[in-house]
């Protein structure tokens, strides 16, 4: 599927060389001519960043020409350019302690000259160059302070590469919603004054961002946005790290023949420029990927070979990340002395480098490994240290979090507390990558592949011409006669692929949309028949049992089960797959409900106004066990003295996007301080509408109402 990326990429590394060759070339014409050496030492640093990414040596011999050339004409503010330069050269190197060192020297020499620009743009340097230390508060610190100065300067051409540094130090810290409002600020920024190469810097890197709060589908998106620009560009280094991040996306989505060769795309790369940081990203990314495909044997020289690019460049981030990736791996293959050595080494790193949300990940899986070792008492405080610090997160890390709880308290006999945590985890699973995000992951990679395809046969068209173009004089006019065939063919074979290629296509997205449909029918059918069979269970498990108390409770459960089944059968038995009509549902739940007391459905009246009934499955699901559970109380508490008893249900969409939900009956009241109000099911009522981010009010008036206020 991603073949055509391979001839691209074979194609851009050629025509990158000869752009870059062309441009420098013309500097070299302008550095002969001029006799001024301050101009001078300005094009040799314009030629320094002009050459390829590849090249290494003539970058630096330039900068330091034109360092040269700016002391000797003491030039104090060419020479903060000069050391500028120089930094950024061995920070592309991975020497960032060298880099750091040129900073240095540049900021201090452009405070005693009062140079705004050169001193903003130093400490960005600075803040970039500690951030691939793992210095990441220090990094945050240098990179504001940039920010700041730019701003008073009015350099705001400048400021989208520092907030997208922010975005990124931002994100590493586990503040998502600061690191995407950075890379929100940088895009608008970027796109204002026409700067592709930061923009695609900053889709990518929002991409990154989206990917760690589990928006997976725009994530790829984005990925793509920047990849189109780089492509463009012929930027090869840029195109290496988004191949890896997408890879990534592709990874956590279980798309792994895609996520295998967009790394495969990355690691040719990666090799190419000797770039030690992306190859350790490369590697320890592939150690996951064969471990899901099952290849065990690779991995640990996988593991290895990235613990030696992160340890060459001293970048503590990634050698946490490996520690951490590889002790997961011991963990699962049973290895545990030697995985807690390897968990041990990445909590000491990313303690240092304070990012939260990895600390947590690793405390997370080091709670797993001494569950597993028989030390339940440090697990458990571990595993709930590190879900408390996962509590403003969504993303793969909480869902772990849950799942790992779950397991402990399984593991120690304590199974009320496991049924809590694999709720948890059950509502993460289904929150992160459903279907319909994974379908269009895949339609927008295909939109790409299509648009590859095509700029790749406008480049074979290029190709040709210029071969056709270096015929002798002698043969011109024939070869123009030939030209013109060859095009007119060329053109109506291309009219003929594309209108083919894209007849192909449609049918093949009908029949994947057909297939996506009914696997998703199938889905709800499953689901709708494991929780009938749960259903089943409990009300069998209910009738054995003695104790009335217990015997309520399954009861309780098992409408709880019942009103989520009711769900999943209208979604596989209806049109409609993303919605749920509301008021049909609300109906045929109550109905259930009133039968089950020895009620009928005349003692309850059901409303609902709204334009459109239909509502999805997250909203719906909560809706419906709130109902059952008021409903149920209403039924259970209220009516004992009643002689006509009524419950009144509606369900109004204002028009702000709000939703009022009330539920009153006529029965007796239930006071505020009563064990009802402390049950279970209405703890589990304030956990829903607590979920739908909304109110609940309770009041009594000839009964009880309860109104919430649903702003979801």
Same mark, same amino acid.
């Given at each position: ?18 752009? @870059? ?20 030492? =300005? ?21 330091? @020409? ?20 120089? %930094? ?15 900073? %240095? ?21 600075? +803040? ?11 990094? !945050?610190?240098?990179?504001?302070? &940039? ?28 503040? /998502? ?53 780089? #492509? ?8 290496? @790290? ?26 040719? *790369? ?17 150690? +996951? ?14 593991? !290895? ?27 699962? $293959? ?5 995985? !807690?050595?390897? *968990? ?5 790193? =990313? ?9 947590? %990940? ?23 240290? &590190? ?163 217990? =015997?309520?409770?399954?009861? !309780?459960? =098992? ?69 059952? #559970? ?16 009524? /419950?009144?249900? %509606? ?17 007796? +009241? ?20 607590? $979920? ?21």
């Amino acid at each position: 599927m991603i073949k055509p990326l391979s001839v691209l990429l074979a194609v851009l590394l050629y025509y990158n060389g000869y752009a @870059q060759t062309s441009r420098t070339d013309s500097i070299n014409g302008l550095i002969v001519a001029t006799t001024d050496i301050n101009e001078k030492a =300005r094009l040799f640093i314009l030629r320094s960043k002009a050459w390829p990414n590849s090249q290494t040596e003539k970058p630096l011999a330039d900068a330091q @020409q034109a360092l040269a050339y700016y002391q000797q004409s003491k030039n104090e503010e060419g020479q903060v350019d000069g050391y500028l330069q120089l %930094s950024g050269i061995y920070s592309r190197q991975n020497k960032y302690k060298l880099a750091l060192d040129f900073d %240095s020297v540049a900021y201090n020499l452009a405070n005693t000259t009062n140079y705004k620009k050169g001193k903003a743009l130093a400490l960005g340097l600075m +803040g970039r160059n500690h951030q691939q230390l793992g210095n990441l508060k220090l990094a !945050e610190e240098k990179n504001l302070q &940039s920010l700041q100065l730019l701003k008073e300067a009015g350099l705001e051409n400048e400021m989208a590469e520092t907030h997208n540094r922010l975005g990124v130090i931002y994100r590493r810290l586990s503040d /998502i919603k600061k690191s995407l409002y950075h890379f929100e600020e940088g895009i608008t920024l970027a796109q204002s004054f026409k700067n592709d190469a930061v923009l695609a810097v900053l889709y990518m890197n929002k991409a990154n961002s989206l990917n760690e709060a589990a928006r997976y589908d725009e994530a790829v998106g984005m990925h793509l946005k920047s990849i189109r620009i780089k #492509e463009k560009l012929k930027d090869e280094r840029g195109l290496l @790290q988004s191949f890896n991040n997408i890879a990534i996306v592709f990874m956590r989505t279980q798309q792994y023949e895609t996520s295998l060769d967009y790394f495969r795309k990355a690691n040719l *790369l990666a090799k190419q420029f000797n770039n030690k940081t992306s190859l350790g990203y490369n590697y320890v990314n592939m150690a +996951g990927l064969f471990n899901v495909l099952n290849k065990k044997d690779s991995v640990p020289a996988l593991y !290895e070979l990235s613990l030696a690019a992160f340890k060459a460049t001293e970048e503590k981030t990634g050698v946490g990340l490996v520690y951490h990736n590889y002790g997961n791996f011991l963990l699962e $293959q049973q290895q545990l002395d030697k995985a !807690e050595e390897m *968990l041990l080494k990445a909590l000491d790193i =990313r303690k240092q480098t304070k990012s939260l949300y990895d600390i947590a %990940s690793t405390m997370n899986v080091m709670g797993s490994l001494l569950t597993q070792k028989g030390k339940t008492k440090e697990a458990e405080d571990l595993l709930l240290q &590190s879900l408390a610090m996962l509590k403003d997160e969504n993303s793969v890390r909480q869902k772990d979090a849950y799942k790992h709880l779950a397991e402990h308290y399984k593991a120690t006999g304590n199974y009320e507390e496991a049924y809590k945590y694999q709720a948890g985890y059950i509502t993460m699973s289904d929150t992160l990558a459903d279907e319909n995000e994974v379908t269009t992951m895949l339609r927008t990679q295909s939109q790409y592949e299509v648009e590859k395809r095509d700029a790749q046969l406008e480049l074979a068209k290029k190709d040709k011409a210029l071969q056709y173009l270096s015929v002798s004089k002698k043969n011109q006019q024939l070869v123009y006669l030939g030209i013109a065939l060859v095009l007119a063919l060329l053109l109506c074979g291309v009219f003929y692929f594309i209108y083919r290629n894209k007849k192909q296509h449609a049918v093949v997205l009908e029949n994947k949309n057909s297939q996506i449909e009914t696997l998703i029918r199938e889905l709800h059918h499953r689901v709708k028949n494991n929780l009938q069979v749960v259903s089943g269970l409990l009300s069998l498990q209910s009738s054995r049992m003695e104790d009335d108390k217990a =015997r309520q409770a399954m009861d !309780e459960g =098992r409408t709880r089960v019942d009103a989520m089944a009711m769900i999943h059968q209208k979604l596989y038995m209806d049109k409609d797959l993303a919605g749920v009509d509301i008021k049909d549902y609300l109906e045929n739940l109550t109905s259930s409900l009133a039968g089950s007391f020895g009620y009928n459905k005349q003692h309850i009246e059901t409303s609902v106004a709204m334009q459109q009934p239909s509502l999805d499955i997250d909203m719906a699901i909560p809706i419906g066990l709130i109902v059952n #559970e008021l409903v149920t109380n209403a039924f259970k508490h209220a009516f004992s003295s009643t002689a006509q008893p009524k /419950i009144k249900i %509606s369900l109004i969409r204002n028009e702000d996007g709000s939703m009022d939900l009330n539920v009153a009956d006529n029965g007796s +009241g239930i006071l505020t301080d009563t064990d009802t109000s402390k049950s279970f099911g209405m703890k589990l009522v304030h956990t829903l509408v607590t $979920q739908l981010n909304g109110s609940i009010q309770q009041q009594h008036n000839n009964g009880t109402i309860y109104s919430i206020q649903i702003r979801a």
